[in-house]
């Protein structure tokens, strides 16, 4: 079924909607780095249980979104979305409620992350559906959503916890996540308002659809009611003659009836399984252990950067502005990916490649720096090199494994980030709290987008070097000197045989 509603200028509402959604459901991730200080010096625990609790929100959302996947079946994104609103609002107001440090960790890890997973799963599904030759570009307005809250709500959340207090703070949070349902109002499927068109369409026409004599003809006629006297046993009695069952062999031997069971056993475990053939395939391995790098990346840095540059002995409100300068690249870089991919300067390997290179640089200068103003123009460059990946993951699997099967897909990539972030707080923990040092973590995350980088390099390589092959190999027309216009698009050992590694 066509979509009639991508790229068209409701597409462009949505990615506005959803970015709006996005801003208001996730101030507290963008400001983690000044709530980070205030949980620990509010309750006197130190770093690794400090940043437990923006840990558990980003992995319970992760699992949120499998969950989420098999509740698509039966429920569209617009409830979903919805759903994840109250959620948040409702963990912020249980925050302030039962103020103890046990509970506002569990709260803000389970409730809160239980309902920005559902905002995830149905921003991401939503905006690939509604997008197909602007994908990225209409991820990098939703994704721009949160980076605008990081120019002006961290310094503002830091005057408001010295004003209120974090207890009332966490009341006032409440109150501006509710802002999110406005555009959860908007966020239907558009596979969806497609069936429901269908349905009308067809129930239109069938009930408007006179019957044919023919069909008039061979309906069945109702038999007349008649009473007609029977004998039974020498007594009359009136009535219609009793029906009496006529005996049919008709059992199905038990011996069958097991192989047939049997059968359809196997064709439904078959079906289950097939729909997980993804796992198999490489490319989706690059992009979970791509997706692995932006998801500590994205979180450590806003945790633990203000402490970093506390360190250095700056004030605290100087300190978070280190996030707003993030920030700048951030944006900067998830809407600059969108012209760049979308009208194919770059082919989406060479780009990950470059981008994670570009990534690399930034974690590895900006420990080195010594004062405020080196560590600003450093951080503008990781944010510029995290903000230009940020799209890119969910089009990826859009991309190389389908839009249809995207409500699994991202959903299973989500899982398995969830589960590896859980190592997060021991990571803080460990190279803080035991090494003594943030910069032996930022030169592990530099190292890591490096691997990363090459990995992308080698598959651009590969299927760089497929498709010139293939060209090489393709045949002129006879006597006409010109190639032949039947070209099959190359693929890597990566890539899924149904999606192009290198679109022309």
């Known amino acids: 079924m066509e979509n009639a509603y991508q790229d068209t200028k409701r597409s462009w509402l ?12 996730t101030i507290v991730n963008r400001s983690a780095g000044v709530m980070f200080i205030c949980y620990q010096r509010e309750f006197n625990i130190n770093r690794q249980d400090a940043s437990w609790a923006f840990s558990l929100m980003d992995t319970v959302s992760s699992f949120t979104v499998i969950l989420c996947s098999i509740l698509y079946r039966y429920v569209d994104t617009r409830p979903i ?26 709260v803000l890890g389970v409730v809160v992350g239980l309902g920005q997973g559902m905002m995830y799963f149905s921003n991401a599904i939503i905006i690939n559906q509604y997008f197909l030759k ?12 949160g980076t605008l809250g990081s120019f002006f709500i961290p310094p503002v959340l830091f005057r408001i916890v010295n004003w209120c207090g974090l207890r009332y703070t966490f009341l006032i949070l409440g109150g501006l996540a509710c802002n999110g349902w406005a555009a959860s109002i908007l966020l239907k499927s558009p596979l969806t308002m497609m069936k429901e068109k269908q349905r009308a369409k067809e129930k239109a026409l069938e009930s408007a659809r006179v019957p044919a004599p023919e069909e008039i003809r061979s309906m069945p006629r109702p038999p007349p009611p008649y009473e007609e006297a029977a004998t039974m046993n020498g007594s009359a009695t009136k009535g219609p003659f009793p029906l009496v069952a006529a005996s049919m062999n008709t059992a199905t031997p038990q011996e069958e009836t097991y192989a047939m069971e ?16 993804f796992l198999l395939k490489p490319i989706y391995s690059m992009i979970i252990l791509s997706g692995i790098a932006f998801s500590f990346s994205f979180v450590i840095f806003p945790v633990t950067a203000v402490d970093f540059v506390e360190e250095k002995e700056y004030s605290h409100s100087t300190s978070a502005l280190i996030l707003t300068t993030f920030s700048i690249g951030d944006i900067s870089g998830r809407l600059l990916i969108g012209s760049i991919s979308d009208r194919r300067y770059l082919e989406r390997d060479t ?14 200068l900006f420990p080195l720096c010594k004062t405020f103003e080196q560590l600003v123009p450093a951080s503008v460059l990781l944010g510029f090199g995290i903000g230009c990946g940020t799209p890119l993951y969910t089009v990826l699997l859009a991309d190389y494994l389908g839009v249809e099967t995207m409500p699994l897909t991202f959903g299973v990539y989500r899982m398995i980030l969830g589960i590896v972030s859980l190592a997060r707080p021991y990571c803080i923990g460990y190279f803080r709290d035991h090494l003594r040092s943030y910069s032996t973590l930022y030169f592990s995350l530099s190292g890591y987008a490096f691997l990363i980088s090459l990995l992308w390099a080698v598959h651009a390589l590969i299927t760089r070097i497929k498709s010139r092959s293939f ?3 393709n045949p002129t027309n006879a006597g006409s000197g010109k190639t032949s216009s039947l070209q099959v698009p190359a693929t890597s050992p990566f890539t899924s045989p149904n999606v192009p590694a290198a679109s022309k």
């Open 471 to 473: 060209e090489l190999r």
């Open 81 to 106: 979305s919805a759903m994840g609103v109250l959620l948040v609002a409702f963990g912020f107001l249980l925050c302030c409620l039962v103020y103890h440090v046990t509970v506002v960790t569990i």
């Open 134 to 145: 602007n994908r990225v570009s209409g991820n990098g307005i939703y994704f721009a959503g």
């Open 351 to 364: 780009m990950m490649s470059c981008i994670y290179l570009v990534w690399a640089l930034g974690w590895t």
């Open 262 to 277: 049997e059968s359809d056993l196997i064709e439904r475990l078959y079906r289950v399984v097939n729909q997980f053939k």
């Open 14 to 25: 949505i990615a506005c909607a959803c970015a709006w959604n996005f801003f208001w459901l």
